[in-house]
């Protein structure tokens, strides 16, 4: 069963489908998407061409993340913000 989208939760929240307790309940229980909080970074390899790192741990994708893996993650993005841009908009 897939999550639900946070836009969803609005929609049914706002049409009064959904009342505060049952939002907070699927929210509790991880059944509600989170938002993407981190902004995509990029090397800039030549004019107009980025590339975009990326990091994930291979058989893990039900695996609640350890505090290494946590520290691990924080530490990778201190290294993206170090030698990493931000894409300038339209390009």
Same mark, same amino acid.
């Given at each position: 069963m897939g999550k639900i989208k946070q836009d969803d939760l609005k929609r049914l929240r706002e049409s009064g489908q959904l009342s505060k307790s049952? @939002? =907070?309940?699927? !929210? &509790? %229980? /991880? !059944? $509600? %998407? !989170? =938002?993407k909080t981190t902004t995509e970074r990029y090397f800039r390899i030549s004019d107009n061409v980025y590339v975009s790192p990326r990091l994930y741990f291979r /058989? /893990? %994708? =039900? $695996? =609640?993340? !350890? /505090? @290494?893996? &946590?520290e691990f993650q924080a530490e990778y993005q201190k290294l993206m913000e170090k030698y990493t841009i931000t894409k300038p908009k339209g390009v």
């Open positions: 049952a @939002e =907070k309940a699927l !929210t &509790k %229980s /991880g !059944t $509600v %998407s !989170t =938002k /058989g /893990g %994708s =039900k $695996v =609640k993340p !350890t /505090g @290494e893996m &946590k």
